[in-house]
Protein backbone atom coordinates (compact mmCIF):
# COMPACT_ATOMS: atom_id res chain seq x y z
CA UNK A 1 0.00 0.00 0.00
CA UNK A 2 1.76 2.93 -1.21
CA UNK A 3 1.81 6.00 1.57
CA UNK A 4 0.75 9.44 -0.03
CA UNK A 5 2.71 12.66 0.88
CA UNK A 6 1.14 16.55 0.53
CA UNK A 7 3.76 16.65 -2.68
CA UNK A 8 2.59 13.97 -4.19
CA UNK A 9 -0.62 15.18 -3.91
CA UNK A 10 -0.03 18.74 -5.31
CA UNK A 11 2.46 16.83 -8.58
CA UNK A 12 -1.03 14.68 -9.08
CA UNK A 13 -3.31 17.59 -9.70
CA UNK A 14 -0.48 19.48 -11.56
CA UNK A 15 -0.55 19.97 -15.39
CA UNK A 16 2.08 17.33 -15.83
CA UNK A 17 0.48 14.47 -13.05
CA UNK A 18 -2.66 14.89 -14.61
CA UNK A 19 -1.02 14.11 -18.26
CA UNK A 20 1.12 11.30 -16.38
CA UNK A 21 -2.23 9.70 -15.26
CA UNK A 22 -4.08 10.23 -18.88
CA UNK A 23 -1.00 7.80 -20.08
CA UNK A 24 -1.07 5.15 -16.88
CA UNK A 25 -4.73 4.93 -17.11
CA UNK A 26 -4.34 3.69 -20.74
CA UNK A 27 -2.42 0.77 -19.25
CA UNK A 28 -4.76 -3.00 -18.94
CA UNK A 29 -3.51 -3.78 -15.15
CA UNK A 30 -4.66 -7.10 -15.35
CA UNK A 31 -3.89 -9.89 -13.30
CA UNK A 32 -1.59 -10.92 -15.79
CA UNK A 33 -0.38 -7.86 -17.56
CA UNK A 34 0.03 -5.91 -13.92
CA UNK A 35 4.17 -6.62 -13.44
CA UNK A 36 4.45 -5.62 -16.98
CA UNK A 37 2.42 -2.42 -16.62
CA UNK A 38 4.56 -1.35 -13.30
CA UNK A 39 7.47 -1.59 -15.43
CA UNK A 40 5.95 0.53 -18.42
CA UNK A 41 4.98 2.94 -16.05
CA UNK A 42 8.09 3.19 -13.81
CA UNK A 43 10.22 3.72 -17.39
CA UNK A 44 7.47 6.36 -18.39
CA UNK A 45 7.73 8.24 -15.03
CA UNK A 46 11.14 7.70 -13.18
CA UNK A 47 10.27 8.46 -9.68
CA UNK A 48 6.93 9.74 -9.58
CA UNK A 49 5.60 5.81 -10.63
CA UNK A 50 4.04 4.96 -7.96
CA UNK A 51 1.39 7.52 -6.73
CA UNK A 52 0.54 7.68 -10.45
CA UNK A 53 0.09 3.48 -10.56
CA UNK A 54 -1.52 4.06 -7.53
CA UNK A 55 -3.73 6.47 -8.18
CA UNK A 56 -5.04 4.64 -11.41
CA UNK A 57 -5.47 1.81 -9.61
CA UNK A 58 -7.22 3.01 -6.55
CA UNK A 59 -9.92 4.86 -9.13
CA UNK A 60 -11.05 1.54 -11.04
CA UNK A 61 -11.42 0.04 -7.36
CA UNK A 62 -13.77 3.44 -6.58
CA UNK A 63 -15.97 3.37 -9.36
CA UNK A 64 -17.51 -0.40 -7.71
CA UNK A 65 -18.60 2.49 -4.65
CA UNK A 66 -18.61 6.25 -5.64
CA UNK A 67 -20.64 8.06 -8.52
CA UNK A 68 -17.58 9.99 -10.36
CA UNK A 69 -14.22 9.10 -9.15
CA UNK A 70 -12.42 9.37 -12.41
CA UNK A 71 -10.60 12.57 -11.15
CA UNK A 72 -10.75 11.63 -7.24
CA UNK A 73 -7.53 11.25 -5.12
CA UNK A 74 -7.55 9.17 -2.27
CA UNK A 75 -5.39 6.55 0.04
CA UNK A 76 -5.97 3.19 0.01
CA UNK A 77 -7.45 3.65 3.55
CA UNK A 78 -9.14 7.12 2.78
CA UNK A 79 -11.05 4.53 0.24
CA UNK A 80 -11.76 2.00 2.14
CA UNK A 81 -13.16 4.38 4.77
CA UNK A 82 -15.34 6.73 2.47
CA UNK A 83 -19.14 6.22 2.60
CA UNK A 84 -20.88 5.32 -1.03
CA UNK A 85 -22.06 7.80 -3.10
CA UNK A 86 -25.43 6.29 -2.93
CA UNK A 87 -25.69 6.23 1.11
CA UNK A 88 -23.35 9.77 1.06
CA UNK A 89 -26.60 11.90 -0.87
CA UNK A 90 -29.05 9.89 1.32
CA UNK A 91 -27.72 11.18 4.58
CA UNK A 92 -26.71 14.71 3.15
CA UNK A 93 -30.71 15.07 2.23
CA UNK A 94 -31.44 15.60 5.37
CA UNK A 95 -28.58 18.71 5.45
CA UNK A 96 -30.84 20.65 2.48
CA UNK A 97 -30.48 24.37 2.73
CA UNK A 98 -28.62 23.88 5.59
CA UNK A 99 -24.98 25.33 6.78
CA UNK A 100 -23.04 22.31 7.79
CA UNK A 101 -19.83 21.17 8.44
CA UNK A 102 -18.45 17.96 8.37
CA UNK A 103 -15.44 17.82 11.39
CA UNK A 104 -13.94 14.60 9.79
CA UNK A 105 -14.30 14.77 5.90
CA UNK A 106 -11.33 12.60 5.13
CA UNK A 107 -10.90 12.60 1.18
CA UNK A 108 -14.42 13.82 0.71
CA UNK A 109 -17.01 11.68 0.09
CA UNK A 110 -19.40 12.64 2.16
CA UNK A 111 -18.37 16.60 1.82
CA UNK A 112 -19.15 15.89 -1.98
CA UNK A 113 -22.64 14.83 -1.22
CA UNK A 114 -23.16 17.61 1.37
CA UNK A 115 -21.94 19.79 -1.84
CA UNK A 116 -24.43 19.37 -3.90
CA UNK A 117 -27.73 20.01 -1.17
CA UNK A 118 -26.80 22.50 1.94
CA UNK A 119 -26.49 26.21 1.55
CA UNK A 120 -23.04 26.04 2.92
CA UNK A 121 -20.28 23.54 3.87
CA UNK A 122 -16.98 23.25 5.53
CA UNK A 123 -14.79 20.20 5.56
CA UNK A 124 -11.97 19.19 8.35
CA UNK A 125 -9.89 16.47 8.98
CA UNK A 126 -6.60 16.42 11.23
CA UNK A 127 -5.18 14.21 8.63
CA UNK A 128 -3.02 16.71 6.10
CA UNK A 129 -2.85 14.32 3.15
CA UNK A 130 -6.80 13.81 3.15
CA UNK A 131 -7.30 17.55 3.54
CA UNK A 132 -5.19 18.24 0.18
CA UNK A 133 -6.93 15.33 -1.55
CA UNK A 134 -10.19 16.86 -0.44
CA UNK A 135 -9.59 19.97 -1.86
CA UNK A 136 -9.40 18.26 -5.22
CA UNK A 137 -12.18 16.23 -4.86
CA UNK A 138 -14.51 18.58 -3.74
CA UNK A 139 -13.46 21.94 -5.48
CA UNK A 140 -14.31 25.77 -4.41
CA UNK A 141 -15.80 24.02 -0.80
CA UNK A 142 -13.55 25.25 2.46
CA UNK A 143 -11.19 22.55 3.39
CA UNK A 144 -9.52 23.19 6.67
CA UNK A 145 -6.86 21.04 9.22
CA UNK A 146 -9.31 21.27 12.44
CA UNK A 147 -9.49 18.71 15.65
CA UNK A 148 -13.25 17.80 15.46
CA UNK A 149 -13.53 17.61 19.29
CA UNK A 150 -12.67 21.85 19.06
CA UNK A 151 -15.16 23.44 17.25
CA UNK A 152 -13.96 25.89 14.93
CA UNK A 153 -17.04 26.87 12.87
CA UNK A 154 -20.70 28.21 13.76
CA UNK A 155 -22.54 26.11 11.63
CA UNK A 156 -25.74 25.27 13.06
CA UNK A 157 -25.59 21.56 11.92
CA UNK A 158 -22.30 19.29 12.34
CA UNK A 159 -21.61 15.96 11.01
CA UNK A 160 -19.28 13.59 12.02
CA UNK A 161 -18.14 9.64 10.67
CA UNK A 162 -15.36 8.40 13.06
CA UNK A 163 -12.63 6.15 12.27
CA UNK A 164 -13.54 2.47 13.00
CA UNK A 165 -10.05 0.83 12.50
CA UNK A 166 -7.58 0.82 15.14
CA UNK A 167 -3.82 0.33 13.67
CA UNK A 168 -3.97 -3.04 12.98
CA UNK A 169 -6.66 -2.80 10.71
CA UNK A 170 -9.27 -4.47 13.36
CA UNK A 171 -12.52 -3.07 13.67
CA UNK A 172 -13.47 -1.98 16.68
CA UNK A 173 -17.11 -1.63 18.29
CA UNK A 174 -16.22 0.12 21.27
CA UNK A 175 -17.84 4.00 21.23
CA UNK A 176 -14.85 5.06 22.92
CA UNK A 177 -12.82 3.52 19.93
CA UNK A 178 -13.68 5.10 17.86
CA UNK A 179 -11.94 8.07 16.34
CA UNK A 180 -12.96 11.06 17.80
CA UNK A 181 -14.75 9.01 20.24
CA UNK A 182 -18.92 8.80 20.01
CA UNK A 183 -19.53 10.13 23.63
CA UNK A 184 -16.68 13.31 23.39
CA UNK A 185 -18.59 14.46 19.89
CA UNK A 186 -22.00 13.92 21.39
CA UNK A 187 -20.74 15.91 24.66
CA UNK A 188 -18.82 19.05 22.21
CA UNK A 189 -21.83 19.21 19.99
CA UNK A 190 -24.59 19.08 22.27
CA UNK A 191 -25.61 22.41 21.31
CA UNK A 192 -25.98 21.98 17.79
CA UNK A 193 -27.83 19.60 15.30
CA UNK A 194 -25.39 16.51 14.95
CA UNK A 195 -25.45 13.37 13.08
CA UNK A 196 -22.89 10.74 13.65
CA UNK A 197 -22.26 7.57 11.24
CA UNK A 198 -21.19 4.47 12.89
CA UNK A 199 -20.82 1.10 12.72
CA UNK A 200 -24.49 -0.90 12.47
CA UNK A 201 -22.95 -3.16 14.61
CA UNK A 202 -22.99 -1.30 17.69
CA UNK A 203 -24.64 -1.74 20.90
CA UNK A 204 -27.51 1.79 20.45
CA UNK A 205 -27.44 1.22 24.21
CA UNK A 206 -24.31 3.54 24.23
CA UNK A 207 -26.01 6.39 22.68
CA UNK A 208 -28.16 7.70 24.67
CA UNK A 209 -28.34 11.11 23.62
CA UNK A 210 -29.06 10.32 20.06
CA UNK A 211 -32.51 11.41 19.18
CA UNK A 212 -33.09 8.70 16.46
CA UNK A 213 -30.89 5.64 15.23
CA UNK A 214 -31.18 5.40 11.67
CA UNK A 215 -29.91 1.60 10.13
CA UNK A 216 -29.21 2.25 6.16
CA UNK A 217 -28.79 -0.64 3.57
CA UNK A 218 -27.70 -0.51 0.24
CA UNK A 219 -28.34 -3.19 -2.21
CA UNK A 220 -29.39 -5.73 0.32
CA UNK A 221 -26.26 -5.17 2.47
CA UNK A 222 -26.23 -3.13 5.66
CA UNK A 223 -23.59 -0.02 5.69
CA UNK A 224 -24.16 2.05 8.28
CA UNK A 225 -25.92 3.50 11.46
CA UNK A 226 -26.54 7.37 11.50
CA UNK A 227 -26.97 8.57 15.47
CA UNK A 228 -28.88 11.85 15.06
CA UNK A 229 -29.71 14.60 16.85
CA UNK A 230 -31.96 17.54 17.86
CA UNK A 231 -33.53 19.25 14.59
CA UNK A 232 -31.76 16.50 12.76
CA UNK A 233 -33.91 13.60 14.03
CA UNK A 234 -37.61 13.00 13.32
CA UNK A 235 -39.83 14.11 15.66
CA UNK A 236 -41.72 11.16 17.40
CA UNK A 237 -39.20 8.77 15.73
CA UNK A 238 -36.31 7.17 17.75
CA UNK A 239 -35.71 3.95 15.41
CA UNK A 240 -35.63 4.20 11.40
CA UNK A 241 -34.50 1.83 8.38
CA UNK A 242 -33.80 3.07 5.06
CA UNK A 243 -33.40 0.70 2.46
CA UNK A 244 -31.23 2.06 -0.85
CA UNK A 245 -31.90 0.02 -3.64
CA UNK A 246 -30.28 1.45 -6.99
CA UNK A 247 -32.25 4.69 -7.84
CA UNK A 248 -35.15 3.52 -5.20
CA UNK A 249 -35.59 3.80 -1.71
CA UNK A 250 -38.22 3.19 0.93
CA UNK A 251 -37.99 4.02 4.89
CA UNK A 252 -39.66 2.84 7.88
CA UNK A 253 -40.07 3.94 11.50
CA UNK A 254 -40.97 2.66 14.77
CA UNK A 255 -43.71 5.28 14.40
CA UNK A 256 -45.50 3.08 12.39
CA UNK A 257 -48.21 0.28 13.89
CA UNK A 258 -46.37 -3.34 15.13
CA UNK A 259 -49.58 -5.06 15.65
CA UNK A 260 -48.39 -8.45 14.06
CA UNK A 261 -49.86 -11.70 15.13
CA UNK A 262 -47.37 -15.05 15.69
CA UNK A 263 -48.94 -18.09 13.49
CA UNK A 264 -47.87 -21.37 11.18
CA UNK A 265 -46.27 -20.73 7.77
CA UNK A 266 -48.66 -19.48 5.18
CA UNK A 267 -47.71 -19.52 0.89
CA UNK A 268 -44.19 -17.21 1.37
CA UNK A 269 -41.48 -17.02 3.85
CA UNK A 270 -40.30 -13.14 3.99
CA UNK A 271 -36.85 -12.04 5.20
CA UNK A 272 -36.88 -8.44 5.99
CA UNK A 273 -33.91 -6.81 5.03
CA UNK A 274 -31.05 -6.71 7.45
CA UNK A 275 -31.47 -3.21 8.04
CA UNK A 276 -34.68 -3.58 9.09
CA UNK A 277 -33.57 -6.51 11.18
CA UNK A 278 -31.03 -4.51 12.86
CA UNK A 279 -32.96 -1.25 13.69
CA UNK A 280 -35.60 -3.72 15.77
CA UNK A 281 -38.39 -2.86 12.92
CA UNK A 282 -39.24 -6.48 12.33
CA UNK A 283 -43.26 -6.35 13.34
CA UNK A 284 -43.31 -2.58 12.33
CA UNK A 285 -42.75 -4.49 8.72
CA UNK A 286 -44.85 -7.06 8.99
CA UNK A 287 -47.48 -4.80 9.87
CA UNK A 288 -47.24 -2.72 6.81
CA UNK A 289 -47.42 -5.76 4.63
CA UNK A 290 -49.66 -7.55 6.52
CA UNK A 291 -47.48 -10.43 7.38
CA UNK A 292 -47.08 -12.62 10.72
CA UNK A 293 -44.17 -13.65 13.07
CA UNK A 294 -43.93 -17.53 12.87
CA UNK A 295 -42.07 -16.74 16.21
CA UNK A 296 -41.58 -13.75 18.17
CA UNK A 297 -38.10 -13.90 18.37
CA UNK A 298 -36.77 -14.55 14.96
CA UNK A 299 -36.77 -12.19 12.26
CA UNK A 300 -38.34 -14.20 9.45
CA UNK A 301 -41.50 -13.52 8.76
CA UNK A 302 -44.39 -15.57 6.34
CA UNK A 303 -47.61 -14.29 4.44
CA UNK A 304 -49.82 -15.40 1.93
CA UNK A 305 -48.29 -12.77 -0.35
CA UNK A 306 -44.84 -11.19 -0.26
CA UNK A 307 -44.05 -7.27 -0.58
CA UNK A 308 -43.08 -6.16 -4.06
CA UNK A 309 -40.05 -5.94 -5.62
CA UNK A 310 -37.83 -7.99 -3.28
CA UNK A 311 -36.52 -12.09 -3.21
CA UNK A 312 -38.55 -14.18 -0.76
CA UNK A 313 -39.47 -17.25 -0.61
CA UNK A 314 -42.49 -19.54 -1.58
CA UNK A 315 -43.47 -22.22 0.98
CA UNK A 316 -43.13 -25.78 -0.96
CA UNK A 317 -43.50 -27.85 2.19
CA UNK A 318 -42.67 -27.46 6.40
CA UNK A 319 -41.82 -29.15 9.10
CA UNK A 320 -40.06 -30.91 12.27
CA UNK A 321 -36.32 -30.51 11.27
CA UNK A 322 -33.96 -33.31 11.56
CA UNK A 323 -30.92 -33.50 9.18
CA UNK A 324 -31.86 -37.03 8.07
CA UNK A 325 -35.30 -36.44 6.83
CA UNK A 326 -34.32 -32.98 5.24
CA UNK A 327 -31.57 -35.50 3.43
CA UNK A 328 -34.27 -37.68 2.26
CA UNK A 329 -36.27 -34.66 1.48
CA UNK A 330 -33.84 -33.35 -0.83
CA UNK A 331 -33.18 -36.37 -2.38
CA UNK A 332 -36.79 -37.33 -3.54
CA UNK A 333 -37.31 -33.69 -5.06
CA UNK A 334 -33.81 -34.48 -6.95
CA UNK A 335 -32.30 -31.09 -5.14
CA UNK A 336 -28.92 -30.40 -6.36
CA UNK A 337 -28.64 -26.94 -5.40
CA UNK A 338 -29.34 -25.64 -2.22
CA UNK A 339 -29.53 -22.52 -0.83
CA UNK A 340 -29.58 -22.58 3.45
CA UNK A 341 -30.69 -19.79 5.49
CA UNK A 342 -30.07 -20.62 8.93
CA UNK A 343 -31.60 -18.11 12.08
CA UNK A 344 -32.05 -19.67 15.41
CA UNK A 345 -30.84 -22.98 15.29
CA UNK A 346 -26.94 -23.99 15.57
CA UNK A 347 -26.17 -25.23 12.49
CA UNK A 348 -23.07 -23.89 10.12
CA UNK A 349 -24.63 -23.90 6.42
CA UNK A 350 -21.26 -25.35 4.81
CA UNK A 351 -21.06 -28.56 6.96
CA UNK A 352 -24.36 -29.41 7.02
CA UNK A 353 -24.26 -28.55 2.90
CA UNK A 354 -21.29 -30.88 2.68
CA UNK A 355 -22.88 -33.74 4.76
CA UNK A 356 -26.25 -33.41 2.82
CA UNK A 357 -24.58 -35.34 -0.73
CA UNK A 358 -26.90 -33.02 -2.90
CA UNK A 359 -27.49 -34.69 -6.44
CA UNK A 360 -30.00 -33.53 -9.07
CA UNK A 361 -31.44 -30.87 -11.75
CA UNK A 362 -34.04 -29.14 -9.14
CA UNK A 363 -32.80 -26.02 -6.82
CA UNK A 364 -34.34 -24.98 -3.69
CA UNK A 365 -33.48 -22.89 -0.81
CA UNK A 366 -34.04 -24.56 3.20
CA UNK A 367 -34.53 -21.88 5.74
CA UNK A 368 -33.70 -23.45 9.09
CA UNK A 369 -35.06 -21.90 11.98
CA UNK A 370 -37.26 -22.98 15.24
CA UNK A 371 -40.50 -22.03 16.48
CA UNK A 372 -40.13 -21.93 20.36
CA UNK A 373 -37.65 -24.70 21.28
CA UNK A 374 -38.92 -26.77 17.83
CA UNK A 375 -36.87 -26.87 15.03
CA UNK A 376 -38.28 -26.80 11.74
CA UNK A 377 -37.37 -26.46 8.14
CA UNK A 378 -38.96 -24.74 5.57
CA UNK A 379 -37.80 -25.63 1.89
CA UNK A 380 -38.72 -22.74 -0.48
CA UNK A 381 -38.54 -21.23 -4.00
CA UNK A 382 -37.08 -18.30 -3.87
CA UNK A 383 -38.50 -15.70 -6.71
CA UNK A 384 -38.13 -11.59 -7.32
CA UNK A 385 -41.33 -10.62 -6.12
C1 LIG B 1 -14.00 7.26 8.43
S1 LIG B 1 -13.03 8.62 7.94
C2 LIG B 1 -14.24 9.73 7.28
C3 LIG B 1 -14.63 9.36 5.88
C4 LIG B 1 -15.48 10.39 5.21
N1 LIG B 1 -16.77 10.55 5.83
C5 LIG B 1 -15.67 10.03 3.74
O1 LIG B 1 -16.77 9.57 3.40
O2 LIG B 1 -14.73 10.17 2.96
C6 LIG B 1 -12.60 9.33 9.51
C7 LIG B 1 -11.72 10.54 9.43
O3 LIG B 1 -11.67 11.12 10.74
C8 LIG B 1 -10.43 11.79 10.85
N2 LIG B 1 -10.21 12.09 12.28
C9 LIG B 1 -9.90 11.27 13.29
N3 LIG B 1 -9.84 11.95 14.45
C10 LIG B 1 -10.13 13.25 14.16
C11 LIG B 1 -10.25 14.41 14.93
N4 LIG B 1 -10.06 14.41 16.24
N5 LIG B 1 -10.56 15.55 14.29
C12 LIG B 1 -10.77 15.58 12.95
N6 LIG B 1 -10.68 14.50 12.18
C13 LIG B 1 -10.37 13.33 12.76
C14 LIG B 1 -9.45 10.81 10.24
O4 LIG B 1 -8.27 11.48 9.83
C15 LIG B 1 -10.26 10.27 9.05
O5 LIG B 1 -9.96 10.95 7.86
Known amino acids: MYAFTS ?4 FLRSAAGTAALAEVDALPFTDSSRLHDVG ?3 KLLGESFAPVVETVLLRRRAAAKLD ?4 WLFTDDALQQATASAVARHRAARFAGRDVHDVTCS ?6 AL ?36 PVSRAGAVTADPARRDSAGRR ?12 ELASVYAGVDLAVKCAPGIDFAVAPWADEIEVVSLDGAVREAC ?39 GAWLVDPDGAVVRAGLVRHYAARHGLWQLDERIAYLSGDAPPPGIRAFRV ?24 ILVRGLDVDPNTLRKRLKLSGSSEATVVLTRVGSRPVFLLCQAERT
Open 172 to 183: KWNPSDFVPPLD
Open 316 to 339: LEHGHYTEKSLKSLLRTRGVGRLE
Open 68 to 71: SPSS
Open 107 to 112: IGADLF
Open 227 to 265: LWTRGLATPGVSRRASVLHGSSSWTLTDAEPDDCPVAPP
Open 40 to 42: VAR
Open 115 to 150: SQVAARCVGSDLDPVRLAMARNNVPGRLVVRADALR
Open 7 to 10: SDVA
